[in-house]
Structures are given as C-alpha cells and as structure tokens.
C-alpha cells in the first residue's frame, strides 16, 4: 500500500466523513407548492449549443421608452436629450425614444429631435404604441419629418393575459395584432412623406409565456398584411417579458421560431430578455447563438422590476471574446456618470465591467497572481516586441485590461487585512517604482497586516507608502536612525579589493567610516563592525527606478544585524550609494527596535 493511499485509508476510516448522507438541506417553509415549474421545448436537434458568437449583433437601446418609463422621477427633457446624445455618440444605430401616445412629454422629445434635427442620417428612431386606432395616430403623427424611423407596436397573447386580461380567444388576440399592424401601415400612408425612411416592427409580447405554435401564428398572420420582401425588413420582437423559464429554454423558443418563421430572410428576429430570474445576459446571448439578429436592452439593466437586458454587460462580454461590440465603451465611467445622472439611479459597485471595485483585489493570493501577471505581460510583449497595450491579454483575475475601458491600475490592487504580499508590494511597484524582493515583501506586509489589524478597514496606497517610508527610507520631516550617510569615495586596489571612505553622522555626531573588502558593501560592512555595529549582508537586489542620465536606483539589502534578519532600503542616483544606504536602513531598523 503506497503511503497516500494509506493517508486515504486512514481518512475513510473515520467514523463520520463528509458525504451527501452527511450533508442534507432542511425543508424551508417556504410555499413552494403555488408555483409551477417552466416547461420545455420538444427540439431533440437544437443546433445553438454548439455555435459561439463571432460578430455582434444589432443592437436597439430602449433607455428612452423602457428605461424611462420604469424610474420614481422620469427623465426631463434635458436627461433624456442627454441620453439620447449618448447612446448616440457610443454608437447606437436604433434608439427607442419614446411612447408618443402616453402624454405630451413623450411626444413633444420625439417632436424636439426631429425639429432639431438631433438625428443623424444613419439612426434610425423608434417609438411604440399599442394596438389602438388613436394611440397608433397619434404615434405615427409623431413621427412627421424623421428621416428614419420604427413604428413597434405590441399586444401581449400569453394564455394568462388572454383568459385574465382581455378574455378573448386565439383568434381574438390575433385579429388585435393584425388590425394594428394594417392601421400604422395606414396611417404611415397617410401622415409620412417620402423622405421618412419608415419600418415596422411587431412584438407578441408575453412571448416567453405563449404557446410556440400561437406566436408563430400571430406573427405570420401580421407579416401577411405587412409583406416582408426584398428591401422591405419586419422586425419581429420576441420577449421575455417577465422572465420566468431557465435561458435554455428561451433560446429553444428563438431557434424555434427561427426555423419555422415564413419569409425568415426578411425577417429581423429581435430578442427583448428582462432579468426578472437574474438570467437576461444569459438569455441574450444564448439567442444570438440561437439565431435572433437583433438584442434590445438598456444601459446597465435600467428597467421595470428587475430591470432589462444590460446592453453594456452583453457588448462588454462580446469584447472580452476578441469580438468587436461595434459600440464604444472606452470611456466606461463617463458612460456610467451620464447614465447616474439621466436616470437618478445609481451602478452597483460590483456591476460587471462598470462598478466601482470590479477590477480590484483585496485577497492575498489574487493579488499575488495579478501582480505576477502584469510581470508576465509585460516581459512577453517586451520579447515579441510589440507595446504592452496592443498584446493579447492575460492577466489572473482580470477578464479584460481596464485601460481599455478608460480605467487605471491605481484601484486593481487594494489592501485591507484580506491582502497579502502581492497587492502590498504591487501598489508599490505600479505607484513607486519599487520591486521588492519576495522575501521583503513578506516582511513588509506583516507591517501592514499589524496596521489593518490594530486600525481595521483598507489601507490606501498613500497610507502603504507614509508606512513604507517611516520603515525603511527617513525623510527630512521624520529623520529617524542612528546613522545618516552623506556621501563615500572608494578605490579598487592592485589585489582587487576595495578601500572604502563614508561620510557619515553617528549619533548627532560627524565621523568618517573606513574600511576594506571584496567590494563596496562589504567594505561598509567592515567599516560598521570598527564603530561596534555586528551586520552581516545575506541577500542583495537592485533595480532603476527610471532611464536617463539622472536615473534613481533603488537597492535592497537583507542583513543579521546583532543575530535579528531585517531587510533595508536605499535609494540614490548612485548605485553604489543606494546599496550602502540599504545597509544602513536595516541597521538603524535593528536598532530603532
């Protein structure tokens, strides 16, 4: 029997190890008998499993109707020609602005952009309406002059709504979408000139809850009064609108659709995914592989309940794959600094991609990897010869390069009792230039566990560098030590060694240290041991700080001072002068107690 295996024996022989017998949940209490499990979609072939996400898909931004529409204080004209100012400059190409038949205020932005010609040529607007005569006037009204625009009308057909809300039947429910369908088309006819470039878009809404075969039904019944051909798009919405199935099976119900829809070549498929089980990225990404053309969201999930699908989780998902999102993100903050204020909601810090702290590290070994890979890339691009910026990424712990999305590294790397060796002696290669030798940086961060233990909270890297400094380098404002060095001169004998003269203060008092040895650190060594100081060198690192002709250099130098281990720091424009004023940092340690 090999020795692990009797390790194992020996575990197994316990008399109550840790198995599924051993581990069992308790009932909760709660109701869960009232609610019925999602079912599933009969599609043995499915074929979206297997496909990945090569290109982005078109995107609708619904922040101005959807979004909107689901804040405590709506937007104001301001905000919203402010978020529509965004979405344009990021990048949008179709932008829902607005529910006209509501009220004036809608009506009167959708009037506002096209009055003030604040739609450039390639953007197409969208507004919605239900399937109502006056409300599907009023809307097209709206829309007078626009150079393109998207009537997106709507009417739930989930069996819910169709016993609860309307009480009619399938053809009821169908009859409503087909008869809306025919009166925009009318009423573009009538209202819209020949410079608006005009399309149609149609949502079963409560799609995730209706019968597969009914929304096929509705939709080809509406297509048969539109006439989708060459030139002439429908765009076919399909949502989630409360999400309730797992995102598998929304994505059956798309590639569903995808497969049995007439005319598919016409056909932009459009997925709408709420976020009502947490799941609306999944869900969306999961019906771009199924077959859906389009995603409609808003930025950072803004939308009623739970929010909508996040469109820069999606775009921002699809750029850490190597796929262009055809939207800018680069300047995250500025994005998430106009939304805060449009929308008076505040982004989570732990949003994805956005949030304040999603690219910071307080553990100890995440911190030791990341700092370990920024080594890393660096010395692989430095050998491909190519700038760091434009080398392929890969980092431990960081999905994508926050300087790609305006970021800085001064937040990756964050220290509280949590942290370890890495974050401490990251923050202060990325601030300060220092590469600490691994055995120093386990010694200094017992210094800064003591500090978050005895203080609590996080400790900013102004506070690991005042600490850092008051150990190892005194400063004009905190002159600690016994012994100051301000200069030495040293000369190379015919036997190769080297005689060694310091100037140096001792005690408040000036004196001249000398002495001789196999370089200038060990004639320092010995020039200390004449004034009584026992030190003896037992590691040595060195580095510059910048390039030039007036280049600092930092040295490190691990001593026995007296029989005590204790690292020291020096740094000087003279190397030779960094490493003796290493060795005196670890002797006035030793002896500051």
């Not at 000087?572 to 107690?593: E, F, H, M, P, W």
Request: hydrophobic share 40%.
């Amino acid at each position: 029997m090999t020795e692990q295996s009797a390790i194992a024996r020996a575990f197994n022989d316990r008399p109550t190890p840790i198995t599924a017998a051993t581990v069992q949940q308790k009932p909760s209490g709660m109701p869960f008998h009232r609610y019925l499990p999602f079912g599933t979609v009969d599609l043995p072939d499915r074929t979206w499993p297997n496909q990945a996400i090569a290109k982005a898909p078109r995107w609708l931004s619904t922040d101005l109707r959807d979004g909107n529409q689901a804040l405590i204080d709506p937007m104001s004209p301001a905000r919203k020609r402010k978020m529509f100012d965004l979405l344009v400059k990021l990048g949008y190409k179709e932008i829902e602005v607005g529910f006209p038949s509501s009220g004036a205020t809608d009506y009167d932005f959708v009037r506002s952009l096209i009055e003030e010609r604040a739609i450039p040529e390639d953007v197409t607007i969208s507004v919605l309406t239900q399937a109502r005569e006056d409300l599907i006037e009023r809307t097209v009204e709206s829309l007078i002059g626009a150079p393109r625009a998207t009537v997106h009308l709507y009417n739930a057909t989930s069996p819910l709504f169709r016993r609860v809300v309307f009480k009619g039947s399938r053809e009821d429910i169908k009859g409503i979408a087909v008869d809306g369908t025919r009166l925009v088309m009318e009423y573009a006819e009538k209202l819209l000139g020949e410079n608006t470039v005009f399309g149609y878009e149609y949502s079963p809404e409560i799609f995730i809850d209706t019968e597969l075969d009914f929304a096929l039904e509705v939709c080809e019944a509406v297509m048969d009064v539109w006439q989708p051909g060459e030139g002439r798009e429908i765009i076919l919405n399909l949502p989630t609108t409360v999400e309730r199935s797992t995102p598998n099976v929304y994505a059956d119900k798309i590639e569903w659709m995808s497969r049995n829809l007439s005319r598919r070549e016409f056909v932009c498929l459009s997925s709408h995914p709420h976020n009502d089980r947490g799941t609306g990225v999944a869900s969306a990404e999961l019906a771009i592989m199924a077959g859906a053309d389009r995603v409609e969201g808003c930025l950072f999930g803004q939308g009623e309940r739970t929010g909508n699908l996040d469109l820069v989780n999606v775009g921002m998902n699809l750029f850490s794959q190597g796929v262009d999102p055809m939207i800018d993100f680069s300047d995250i903050d500025e994005i998430r600094r106009t939304y805060e204020y449009c929308n008076q909601m505040v982004v989570p810090e732990r949003h994805p991609y956005a949030g304040d702290l999603v690219y910071t590290s307080f553990s100890g070994s995440h911190q030791d990897a990341i700092k370990k890979g920024f080594d890393a890339l660096e010395a692989d691009a430095e050998a491909a010869g190519v700038p760091v910026g434009e080398y392929t990424w890969g980092v431990p712990y960081l999905p994508i390069d926050p300087k790609d999305v305006g970021r800085s590294y001064e937040a990756v790397i964050r220290v509280n009792s949590q942290s370890g060796k890495g974050g401490i002696a990251y923050v202060l290669k990325n601030d300060h230039k220092l590469d600490l030798p691994r055995r120093m940086q386990i010694e200094f961060s017992k210094i800064i566990q003591a500090k978050t233990d005895a203080e609590g909270g996080e400790v900013t890297p102004a506070d690991i560098w005042a600490v850092f400094q008051d150990e190892y380098l005194p400063t004009p404002a905190n002159p600690w030590g016994r012994i100051a060095l301000s200069g030495s001169r040293s000369l190379t004998t015919e036997d190769g060694r080297d005689v060694l003269s310091a100037e140096a203060v001792v005690d408040g008092r000036p004196v001249t240290l000398s002495g001789t040895g196999n370089g200038p650190v060990s004639a320092f060594v010995n020039a200390l041991a004449e004034i009584g100081v026992d030190v003896r060198v037992l590691d040595y690192a060195e580095h510059a700080l910048s390039e030039g002709g007036d280049a600092q250099a930092a040295a490190y130098v691990e001593c026995a001072v007296d029989g005590q281990v204790l690292w020291g720091v020096g740094i000087d424009g003279n190397t030779v002068l960094a490493s003796l004023k290493a060795v005196i940092s670890a002797v006035n340690r030793a002896q500051r107690g």
